[in-house]
């Protein structure tokens, strides 16, 4: 097309509306926080501080780097939205994506954002994004200006940057006191999530010790979700997914077989075990999806162990759609079956080992082991029946020759404890195989027999044939079996 031909108009976003939108991309404190510390690990940082000051309303939350920094041009660049093109080549490190990071993140918090940067052997240079001053002027303006408080913050680097957060409107109400000590929780709860969110997203660059993130005084210790360290932690085999990634699944011990009650309690996370479980999905060590079966399972409380890492190279995220706020991924077609498949025999393990409490069951002293109830599977309908062939049912028999009573006592309270509910429960929820009808094939011979028992010994104790007929229709699962009631 010839462009130099037609007639033209301007129709540039307006600066105090659009401005306002950056800010509803849906981000949460702890992911807006993580997008911040995204760009000082991709501007090679060692060491990353987070610092919260409390001042009510006026509260402020900075995060600051020793990475390479900005000069003045670099900021104000830094600072445009969308000054980099999501299609551009990115270095495998590079963490960001779509040149919004820096500024919907912080939006997303506050309404004024300030950066403070200095490279090696230059000055410090700082700007400001102040939706306030973008409402009012509504012009696309940065503001030469930072809280005085922060202006030496840089000082003792020799390079870094320091992003400071303002008027936390999203979190906390501007008029809020510094007395009030509800609001101070909350900040503090929300904080605590922050803080637990950055040990696990970030936890392999804090293994690897290749950043140091501080929270006030001291450094976050990483969160591994897949327990490596527990001896009883189940690694299965690498596999490469179509188009360059790998996927590797985890099962965890059941809470019997962790090395302690804090190590169990510490790997359950931040949202407790079943909604932890599902996929992990990594750019580089970049924890992006954390708990996810990327819709193709449900979470389940059986499945509640099984985790399984996925390792992305940066060059997929087109292909796997993640998003702006690196906190969603959707799996090529190509993959979604390789994925599926895998991790169905992750589950598996999964659910036996949350089955069993851990036990490995059958291969006790090389003897076969001797459940009380069975599981039988006949045309893909599953049932359980008790195990004829356990010792305490045969001893029971020999019982019941010379106390009947207590032999039928014992048994019934036996057989009550050891309901297998927790298979009966997965059975059910995997949806697979129905369970069988009950009665369906049970002999009507022997329903006859006990129903003449039954009937008989009403009329023995007095009753007449229709109050016994009456009594033995309310009595399951004999209320089935009205007709054969009516011949007695
Ligand atoms: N802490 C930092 N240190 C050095 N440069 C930074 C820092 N934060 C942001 N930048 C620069 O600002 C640019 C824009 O950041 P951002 O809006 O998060 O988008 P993206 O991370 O997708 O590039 C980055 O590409 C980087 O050049
Ligand atoms: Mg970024």
Same mark, same amino acid.
């Given at each position: 097309?010839?462009?130099?031909?037609?007639?033209?108009?301007?129709?540039?976003?307006?600066?105090?509306?659009?401005?306002?939108?950056?800010?509803?991309?849906?981000?949460?404190?702890?992911?807006?926080?993580?997008?911040?510390?995204?760009?000082?690990?991709?501007?090679?940082?060692?060491?990353?501080?987070?610092?919260?000051?409390?001042?009510?309303?006026?509260?402020?939350?900075?995060?600051?780097?020793?990475?390479?920094?900005?000069?003045?041009?670099?900021?104000?660049?830094?600072?445009?939205?969308?000054?980099?093109?999501?299609?551009?080549?990115?270095?495998?490190?590079?963490?960001?994506?779509?040149?919004?990071?820096?500024?919907?993140?912080?939006?997303?918090?506050?309404?004024?954002?300030?950066?403070?940067?200095?490279?090696?052997?230059?000055?410090?240079?700082?700007?400001?994004?102040?939706?306030?001053?973008?409402?009012?002027?509504?012009?696309?303006?940065?503001?030469?200006?930072?809280?005085?408080?922060?202006?030496?913050?840089?000082?003792?680097?020799?390079?870094?940057?320091?992003?400071?957060?303002?008027?936390?409107?999203?979190?906390? %109400? !501007?008029?809020?006191?510094? +007395?009030?000590?509800?609001?101070?929780? $909350?900040? #503090?709860? /929300?904080?605590?999530?922050?803080?637990?969110?950055?040990?696990?997203?970030?936890?392999?660059?804090?293994?690897?010790?290749?950043?140091?993130?501080?929270?006030?005084?001291?450094?976050?210790?990483?969160?591994?979700?897949?327990?490596?360290?527990?001896?009883?932690?189940?690694?299965?085999?690498?596999?490469?997914?179509?188009?360059?990634?790998?996927?590797?699944?985890?099962?965890?011990?059941?809470?019997?077989?962790?090395?302690?009650?804090?190590?169990?309690?510490?790997?359950?996370?931040?949202?407790?075990?079943?909604?932890?479980?599902?996929?992990?999905?990594?750019?580089?060590?970049?924890?992006?999806?954390?708990?996810?079966?990327?819709?193709?399972?449900?979470?389940?409380?059986?499945?509640?162990?099984?985790?399984?890492?996925?390792? %992305? !190279?940066?060059?997929?995220? +087109?292909?796997?759609?993640?998003?702006? $706020?690196? #906190?969603? /991924?959707?799996?090529?077609?190509?993959?979604?079956?390789?994925?599926?498949?895998?991790?169905?025999?992750?589950?598996?393990?999964?659910?036996?080992?949350?089955r069993h409490r851990?036990k490995?069951l059958k291969?006790r002293?090389?003897q076969n082991f001797q459940p009380l109830w069975l599981e039988k599977k006949k045309d893909?309908k599953w049932s359980f029946v008790v195990n004829r062939e356990h010792l305490m049912i045969q001893d029971l028999k020999t019982l019941a020759k010379?106390n009947p009573e207590q032999a039928i006592e014992k048994l019934l309270k036996f057989l009550e404890e050891a309901i297998p509910t927790k298979t009966i429960y997965i059975n059910e929820?995997?949806?697979?195989e129905?369970q069988k009808t009950p009665f369906s094939d049970v002999d009507?011979n022997l329903i006859?027999e006990v %129903?003449?028992l039954?009937?008989?010994?009403?009329?023995?104790?007095?009753?007449?044939?229709?109050? /016994?007929?009456?009594?033995?229709?309310?009595q399951e699962p004999f209320?089935?079996?009205?007709?054969?009631?009516?011949?007695?």
């Amino acid at each position: 097309m010839d462009y130099s031909k037609l007639q033209k108009a301007a129709a540039t976003p307006e600066a105090s509306s659009m401005i306002e939108t950056f800010r509803s991309i849906g981000y949460s404190l702890e992911t807006a926080i993580a997008d911040i510390i995204d760009n000082s690990i991709s501007a090679h940082a060692k060491n990353i501080y987070i610092n919260r000051i409390w001042r009510g309303g006026k509260s402020v939350i900075t995060i600051k780097d020793d990475g390479e920094g900005m000069n003045s041009d670099e900021i104000i660049q830094a600072m445009r939205p969308g000054a980099q093109n999501p299609l551009s080549d990115r270095s495998e490190t590079d963490l960001g994506r779509f040149g919004l990071g820096l500024k919907t993140a912080s939006f997303s918090q506050c309404r004024k954002l300030s950066v403070l940067s200095k490279r090696k052997d230059e000055s410090h240079a700082f700007w400001s994004w102040d939706l306030d001053y973008v409402a009012e002027s509504d012009k696309w303006e940065l503001l030469q200006w930072i809280p005085e408080e922060f202006i030496g913050e840089l000082d003792n680097l020799q390079s870094g940057t320091l992003v400071v957060w303002s008027d936390l409107d999203r979190v906390l %109400l !501007p008029q809020t006191a510094e +007395t009030d000590d509800s609001a101070k929780r $909350k900040f #503090s709860n /929300a904080l605590d999530k922050v803080k637990n969110h950055i040990a696990m997203i970030f936890h392999r660059f804090i293994e690897d010790k290749a950043i140091k993130i501080f929270w006030g005084e001291h450094d976050i210790t990483a969160w591994n979700p897949f327990c490596p360290d527990e001896n009883k932690t189940q690694a299965r085999e690498t596999e490469n997914i179509n188009g360059g990634a790998k996927m590797k699944g985890y099962v965890l011990p059941h809470k019997n077989n962790f090395s302690s009650e804090q190590a169990y309690k510490k790997a359950e996370g931040m949202n407790g075990y079943p909604a932890m479980q599902g996929f992990y999905v990594y750019r580089g060590k970049r924890l992006l999806l954390a708990g996810d079966w990327l819709g193709l399972f449900r979470k389940e409380e059986h499945y509640k162990l099984v985790r399984i890492q996925i390792d %992305l !190279p940066n060059r997929l995220d +087109t292909e796997w759609q993640i998003d702006i $706020k690196k #906190s969603k /991924a959707y799996p090529p077609a190509v993959c979604r079956e390789q994925l599926e498949s895998y991790a169905k025999s992750v589950r598996a393990i999964g659910s036996e080992v949350y089955r069993h409490r851990g036990k490995i069951l059958k291969q006790r002293a090389g003897q076969n082991f001797q459940p009380l109830w069975l599981e039988k599977k006949k045309d893909s309908k599953w049932s359980f029946v008790v195990n004829r062939e356990h010792l305490m049912i045969q001893d029971l028999k020999t019982l019941a020759k010379e106390n009947p009573e207590q032999a039928i006592e014992k048994l019934l309270k036996f057989l009550e404890e050891a309901i297998p509910t927790k298979t009966i429960y997965i059975n059910e929820a995997q949806g697979e195989e129905t369970q069988k009808t009950p009665f369906s094939d049970v002999d009507i011979n022997l329903i006859k027999e006990v %129903l003449v028992l039954m009937y008989n010994n009403q009329i023995a104790q007095g009753k007449t044939s229709a109050q /016994a007929k009456a009594l033995l229709k309310i009595q399951e699962p004999f209320n089935n079996y009205e007709d054969l009631i009516e011949q007695l």
